[in-house]
């Protein structure tokens, strides 16, 4: 039988005006879409190989070149749209899963867009944070519910409470889980150096830990996954905080999966696993088949470290993430990260990552409400992830309870990624999510970490901006502050499980 | 004294250091006309050698003790008292390609149009050279150098 | 009648407080004639006084001053209060017939003690805490009934009006009271309920506020994790519970307490030499984040003991004090207090964060 071509989907333009045939595209493109022809000197293209990733368009230096959406192909159908066909015509050929690369990208509510944030007028002055100080720092960790105090001979205070080890934000933003063998050590190094000049922390994900990377142990989130990939007592010791991974957004109750083209050497040392092998971390954690299962976990790691780190779980947001964060409260986690779906991922089934889970909105809104009605909000921190696009997001997901936030798909976007969704290939033009040395040296972390560092610099200068409009001068008090949010265009059912009132209605 | 140093962890072989040197050193200095306006464009004066993952781009080194200097017989190589840079002089330059023959970095070439040397002038007169301004990657940096 | 959207209340405010250290009682006259020179400061949309030292003959009895809507709203609380409590005592508030003063309700006091049987019952609790559960009950479920104070040896009285109007109305200028705070009210928006009026009280405490909280969101629901109530929709209300429950429950003292909801900014911790102090007012800061007050106030709290006036922490409200020999004066404007202070002594400007205490001396 004939084999259909997949449809194109971008079409690189070139303008002959002003192409000078350099070939700066043909050396760059690793997918192999510019085309040199010494004998006419023009450069053509191959555009059913194009990604859109657009590092050419960024490179030309006579901007000659313009990647379009190829708009041709089939007659418009609302039901069979050019992915679905591209998909079934793909699986009628390779009788395989449609793997994909980073968050769900179907039309579902971003309720973020849906949220409308608060400021004062006449009764309640506005702060300027130019001129009076504004505080953006947060703990993260598991607190009492009340000071114990002493009085010595003195009768000078004395504090009797010893808190449990707190990871200290100087911004409530983190950088989400990204492992090394997902992304490369440029990208693990920018993360790190950044996090440590910032005062935050990032996570290594699955992927262990380079050696490069010890020096950054204290800006570190140490990661446990179900592969245990890395995992060994000086990793255990070297993070800040350890994190014991159940799910993950784009692909709640599924384990992972680093293509044997990944695992370099290096990758295979910071894994301990053997070079070139698939590392295929599986679903559930097989000795976690239970929350109790969890709680003897998150003992034994705070046993192991003496009780000097905290320990967080990161589970998806699915139907039941209500209980289930209550459990792992209950359980002795120190925080809870919740991941939404519109989290992204190295590599997934695409029929996951669109379809199973919940917005990050509704999780983060509905398990601050439920903690807050056990009266056990306190003991544990609330960290929401999946798919924060701005400040704007940031402020509205710390109103509706969460104490800090995560970010990843925004941290590779400000590194260069521009979407294309292919980083199960290896093929990242960005030097991202590769371990190809032509490839990976592109990103150069010394840009990387000004570029992070600028992102989360622009986005505190923002939050400080809206803090202040609302009459706050410190971050603790918008910290599940509902009264600063309305919503608009939501059923009145959403604008309960946001706990939230609509626009127009005062406070 | 400031010089062109190179990071080859860094550098993606993308040749745009070149493509900006020939423009630099054109007569019109404008990218299109450079390309397909003039009648010979000018040849590079920095090279991207690549061998496997390595690549890295090389330009004259303008070396403390330059052999390129004590070859020039008719003393058209002259160090710019200024910068110590090591450059050549248009007018004097008879073409006898002794400087090309003792370089032992290879930097030195023949112009594209004229039978003269040619080689880096770290720009002289731009406040950095258009290889280091341009390098997407920053891999080109222009520094004091230490020693 | 009752405020019954759940609606935020939004008020500026005029607030001053007389003190005697030593526990001498001055009648009400000098508060309203203090809080009377503030007028254009309050709309005649609310206005009260909480007195302290008032009912000596009753003061080992909880003195319950009730609001009530009708006769169907009174019999249902005075039924609700006979299951728990012992009455000893209970009397219509006396008051002078005002025909300017608007749809007053119903205005009893009781002196009343808890039951034994209430008290074994509830053996886990605190008397304290039985009569705020009582108090948070009545507020809330028993419809048109509403209790005012709940103190001993202590009364609250408020209503809608100017403040001296009020005063005047309950003729607080037969009352003697060591400690006296009062409130006049300018609201943005018109509710004509009487219990909506301040100073907010609870057990002994009485609070009057000047300001807009806008944490109070998180703080109403860190309270609610509490068990605390906060039915009245008030900046006022979430003050006096943060109140309960860090000096009552979580029994700090009130310097400490100052610490809590006016935290010092953190570049101000961090740059303490002293590691000790540091590191407690950083454990207060991490525990008690969402017990941080936001946005501008000035009040005047006070539990029988204690009075003390407190400022935002960029002092975006006024509040002005002095001290004359065993008398302490607080107020929004220097005015209300030159107008019944004779000293000649300068006022003090208090600095944000900065509590001003006047203590009751043994």
């Given amino acids: 039988m004939a084999k259909r071509p997949t449809p194109t989907e971008f079409i690189v333009e070139r303008d002959k005006d002003r192409c000078i045939a350099c070939q700066v595209c043909v050396r760059m493109c690793s997918n192999d879409v510019h085309i040199y022809d010494a004998d006419t000197n023009t450069v053509t293209s191959d555009n059913s190989k194009c990604v859109g990733c657009h590092f050419c368009e960024t490179l030309c230096p006579t901007d000659a070149i313009t990647i379009k959406k190829n708009e041709s192909s089939f007659k418009p159908n609302a039901n069979w749209s050019v992915s679905v066909i591209s998909d079934i015509t793909k699986q009628a050929e390779t009788g395989g899963v449609i793997l994909t690369g980073m968050g769900c990208d179907k039309p579902y509510t971003i309720y973020w867009d849906h949220i409308l944030l608060n400021a004062s007028q006449v009764t309640n002055p506005s702060i300027d944070p130019l001129r009076e100080p504004m505080e953006l720092r947060r703990y993260i960790g598991r607190k009492p519910d009340k000071i114990e105090l002493d009085y010595n001979k003195k009768g000078k205070i004395e504090l009797k409470t010893m808190l449990e080890k707190q990871l200290k934000l100087e911004v409530p933003i983190m950088f989400s889980a990204m492992s090394y063998g997902s992304v490369s050590l440029n990208t693990c190094i920018s993360l790190a150096k950044a996090s440590h000049e910032l005062g935050i922390f990032y996570n290594t994900g699955e992927g262990g830990l380079h050696k490069s990377l010890y020096k950054y142990g204290k800006n570190t989130i140490i990661q446990i996954a179900s592969g245990r990939f890395g995992v060994h007592p000086e990793y255990l010791r070297t993070g800040a905080a350890i994190e014991i991974k159940i799910g993950q957004g784009a692909k709640p109750g599924i384990g992972g999966h680093l293509p044997g083209e990944k695992v370099s050497k290096e990758v295979s040392e910071a894994r301990m696993i053997p070079e070139g092998t698939d590392a295929i971390s599986p679903a559930p954690h097989h000795d976690i088949y239970s929350i109790e299962d969890l709680r003897q976990l998150i003992h034994a790691l705070k046993e192991a470290t003496d009780y000097e780190k905290p320990v967080g779980v990161k589970i998806a947001a699915v139907h039941n993430v209500v209980p289930i964060a209550s459990g792992v409260a209950r359980a002795g986690a120190d925080y809870i990260a919740i991941d939404g779906m519109r989290g992204g991922t190295g590599a997934a089934p695409k029929v996951i990552r669109d379809n199973v889970g919940i917005p990050i909105e509704f999780a983060i809104a509905a398990v601050d409400a439920r903690l807050r009605e056990e009266g056990i909000r306190t003991k544990v921190s609330l960290i929401a992830a999946g798919g924060f696009r701005s400040s704007g997001d940031v402020i509205k997901a710390i109103a509706l309870g969460a104490d800090a936030v995560y970010i990843a798909t925004s941290a590779l976007i400000a590194l260069g990624c521009s979407q294309c969704q292919k980083c199960y290939t290896g093929k990242c033009n960005w030097g991202i999510a590769t371990q190809d040395p032509y490839l990976t040296k592109r990103l150069n972390p010394e840009i990387g970490v000004q570029r992070l560092k600028n992102l989360i610099r622009a986005w505190s200068l923002e939050i400080k901006d809206m803090l202040g409009g609302m009459g706050i001068n410190s971050i603790d008090s918008l910290c599940g502050n509902r009264t600063h949010l309305r919503g608009i265009g939501l059923s009145d059912r959403e604008l309960e499980i946001l706990g939230i009132k609509s626009a127009g209605e005062p406070q | 004294m400031k010089r062109i140093r190179i990071d080859e962890k860094y550098c993606m072989g993308c040749r745009l250091c070149e493509v900006h040197c020939i423009v630099q050193h054109s007569k019109t200095k404008n990218i299109l006309k450079t390309y397909m306006g003039e009648c010979s464009k000018p040849a590079p004066r920095i090279f991207v050698e690549e061998k496997g993952y390595v690549t890295f781009a090389l330009q004259c080194r303008h070396c403390e003790d330059a052999p390129c200097l004590d070859a020039c017989m008719t003393g058209a190589m002259y160090r710019d008292k200024e910068t110590g840079a090591v450059l050549c002089s248009e007018d004097k330059c008879v073409g006898c390609w002794m400087c090309i023959m003792v370089c032992p970095f290879g930097v030195i070439s023949r112009s594209s149009d004229k039978k003269i040397a040619s080689k880096c002038d770290l720009c002289m007169g731009e406040d950095m050279p258009v290889c280091v301004k341009n390098c997407p990657n920053e891999a080109l940096k222009y520094e004091d150098s230490k020693d | ?362």
């Avoid at chain 3, 005592?89 to 808890?114: A, C, G, H, M, Q």
């Avoid at chain 3, 009280?201 to 109530?229: D, P």
């Avoid at chain 3, 979580?250 to 900014?265: M, S």
């Avoid at chain 3, 969402?290 to 003991?305: T, Y």
Wanted: glycine share 8%; with cysteine; hydrophobic share 35%.
């Fill in chain 3, 1 to 362: 009648m009752r405020h019954s959207e759940q609606e935020k209340l939004i008020s500026g405010c005029s607030v001053a407080g007389i003190m005697n250290e030593s526990g001498r009682k001055i009648s009400g006259e000098a508060i309203i004639r203090s809080i009377a020179v503030m007028r254009e400061r309050s709309n005649g949309l609310g206005g009260g006084f909480s007195a302290y030292g008032i009912y000596p003959k009753f003061k080992n009895y909880f003195a319950f001053h009730m609001m009530y809507d009708d006769k169907k709203a009174m019999a249902d609380a005075e039924g609700y209060l006979k299951t728990n409590y012992r009455v000893v005592k209970s009397e219509e508030i006396p008051t002078i017939e005002d025909k300017s003063i608007k749809n007053r309700p119903l205005l009893w006091r009781y002196f009343v003690e808890l039951k034994d049987k209430v008290k074994n019952l509830y053996y886990d609790l605190t008397e304290e805490d039985i009569v705020v559960n009582d108090v948070m009950k009545i507020n809330a479920e028993i419809e048109g009934a509403f209790v005012t104070s709940s103190g001993k040896n202590m009364g609250i009285f408020k209503g809608i009006g100017y403040p001296e109007d009020i005063g005047r109305y309950y003729k607080l200028e037969e009352y003697r009271a060591y400690i006296w705070i009062a409130h006049g009210r300018f609201p943005t928006n018109s509710v004509g309920w009487w219990g909506g009026a301040h100073p907010f009280g609870l057990l002994n405490w009485s609070v009057v506020h000047n300001g807009e909280i806008s944490s109070y969101g998180i703080n109403k629901r860190y309270l609610e994790n509490f068990g605390y109530r906060c039915s009245l929709f008030t900046d006022t209300e979430v003050i006096l519970y943060l109140f309960d429950l860090l000096v009552r429950k979580h029994k700090l003292p009130f310097d400490i307490v100052c610490k809590i909801i006016d935290a010092p900014l953190w570049e101000e911790i961090d740059r303490n030499g002293d590691d000790e102090e540091r590191e407690l007012l950083k454990t207060l800061r991490i525990i008690y984040s969402s017990a941080l007050i936001n946005g501008p106030f000035s009040i005047i709290i006070s539990d029988g003991n204690i009075m003390m006036g407190l400022n935002d922490r960029v002092k975006l409200r006024p509040l002005v004090s002095l001290k004359d020999g065993d008398t302490v004066y607080m107020a929004t404007e220097e005015c209300a207090i030159r107008e019944v202070c004779k000293s000649k002594k300068e006022i003090y400007y208090s600095k944000s964060s900065e509590p001003i205490i006047g203590k009751l001396k043994n």
